[in-house]
Every structure is written in C-alpha cells, then in structure tokens.
C-alpha cells in the first residue's frame, strides 16, 4: 500500500480506510466472517465529496459560466470514463480486493468498479485527513489542466444534437465502426451519422470519448 500512497501523494494515519477503499463488495461477501465489509459506503461518500469540490471549483475559477454549462462541465469531470483514467494512472485496478469470480471475470478492468474505487479512495482521503486532502487529491487528478478541457470538449455530443434539433424530424446515430490496440490501451472509432448519412468520425481511449470526437468532427462539417 506505500506505493499506492506514494502515487496519491497521501500517507494515511489509518490505513485500514484505504484497504477498505479498495474491497469490492464481492470479496466482502466471500469473507464476511473476517468482518471484511465493502467500499459502497465509502463510494457513496466519496461522489458527494468529488462533486462538491469539483463545483466550488468550476463556481469559483468561471464566474461568467452559465448554470447549464457548470452543470455539464461538473458532469464531465466526474463522469466514469474520468475516473476510469485516474484509476489507470494510480494503476488501482491491480490493488483491489475482489471475489474470486469477479477477478477471474476481469473485474479488475472493469470500468464501473475502477471508477467506484477512486471515489471510495477520495472518500478514505476525506475521513483521514479533511476536505483539504481530499481537495489536494482532487485537483491533483482530476483538475488537471489537460482534464479541465477535456471537461470543455466533453459536450460535444450535446452541442451537435442542439445544432441538429434546429430543424424538426432530425435523427442522429453513433455507430462503433473499429477497435485497435492491447486491453489496456484500446483505442475506439466511432462514427456519426445524422439520418443514416455519415457527418463525422472520431477516436478515444473510451467509447464515450470517441462518440465526443465523432460529434465534434460532425459539428464542424455542418457549420462549414
């Protein structure tokens, strides 16, 4: 767990929050006579925390931005597909402790349970040592300067159906069209399509970040 606490830039007085931060309920369930209890306590306190940080953050850093794009940008900084790319940067998949089936599964590159683990983990930062940790571990990871425009680019997807919804009867469609590279580096195509009709092609690390690209490339076509 040094190493872990090494790459958070946190050393825990109780470490026992962390291992708990990092017990997945289907290990907890196969070892509930060792008293082992799972991260959904944590994980629920954890999004609380994240969220209102991440708010207070973009309330205070913009204070011309409307309550809609708060909104979708707060949203974006804490959706799955974010905390997934934290969870590979402290490679947390590789410390967590799960059921048999589930690891044998690939629970460990699961993205709902790697992304369940950094908020638990936030959550563990946040009762160890206060909302100025868990702050410092927050903006260490997720407001990062390259994440805060992907925040921005995230919206895409929105920006192009309100483009499109300008004229009645208009339909749009993602469409996966290729994947490429090892497990755990894959890299998605998608392509977007407006009534059947190709308007524009993307790639991402994620599903949901190659559909981003595909819009923006689609937004950019129509606008020409």
């Known amino acids: 767990m040094k190493k872990l606490e090494e790459k958070l830039g946190y050393s825990f007085g109780n470490p026992a929050l962390l291992e708990n931060a990092l017990t997945h309920s289907s290990y907890a369930n196969e070892n509930r006579a ?125 920006a192009l159906q309100e483009l499109v919804q300008r004229e009645s009867g208009q339909v749009l469609s993602y469409r996966l069209t290729g994947e490429s590279g090892p497990d755990h580096a894959k890299v998605f195509a998608v392509e977007v399509e407006l009534n059947g009709a190709p308007v524009g092609a993307g790639e991402g690390r994620s599903k949901k970040e190659a559909e981003q690209m595909a819009a923006k490339a689609a937004i950019q076509k129509l606008n020409r």
Not at 84 to 90: G, N, S, T
Not at 94 to 107: F, H, I, M, P, V
């Open 34 to 158: 060792k008293g082992e209890t799972s991260n959904e306590r944590l994980e629920f306190l954890g999004d609380s925390v994240l969220g209102m940080v991440v708010a207070d953050y973009l309330f205070r850093s913009h204070p011309d931005m409307p309550e809609g794009e708060l909104t979708r940008t707060r949203a974006a900084l804490v959706c799955e597909d974010s905390l997934v790319e934290v969870a590979a940067q402290l490679e947390l998949g590789s410390y967590l402790k799960l059921g048999r089936g589930e690891d044998a599964g690939g629970g460990r590159r699961r993205p709902s349970i790697q992304a369940d683990a950094v908020e638990a983990v936030i959550a563990a930062v946040y009762l160890d040592g206060g909302i100025g940790s868990a702050r410092k571990l927050i903006t260490r990871f997720i407001l990062t300067d390259n994440r805060r425009e992907q925040g921005g680019t995230r919206d895409y997807k929105t």
